[in-house]
Nanobody
């Protein structure tokens, strides 16, 4: 069982930056692929980025160059650095953990509660 707790969300102006963190419980964190998804009001949950146990990274094309995912296995934590934020990035950002590697919701077994990111214009 893995428990995930996100933090770092908030209100930021367009063009600003935020760094999200996701702290995971459990001793096998390093074996999981960690992903970030987001869900805006009235929209489906969508993939943002992921990092595998071997540190391979995956991004949605529209976020490449603006978002960076990283992990610190010693701290059981995954990060999402978000730069050049846009109002359309406003959403709840949700951390996930899975044994496989993928960009779909079905690839992940454990989910956090999410942290709200609001970008004002």
């Amino acid at each position: 069982q893995v428990q995930l707790v996100e933090s770092g969300g908030g209100l930021v102006q367009a063009g600003g930056s935020l760094r999200l963190s996701c702290a995971a419980s459990g001793r096998t964190f390093s074996r999981y692929t960690m992903g970030w998804f987001r869900q805006a009001p009235g929209k489906e949950r969508e993939f943002v980025a992921a990092i595998g146990w071997h540190y391979n990274t995956y991004y949605v094309d529209s976020m490449k160059g603006r978002f960076t995912i990283s992990r610190d296995n010693a701290k059981n934590t995954v990060y999402l650095q978000m730069n050049s934020l846009k109002p359309e990035d406003t959403a709840v950002y949700i951390c996930a953990a899975g044994r496989g590697e993928g960009t779909t919701i079905q690839s992940y077994d454990y989910w956090g509660q999410g942290t709200q990111v609001t970008v004002s214009s």
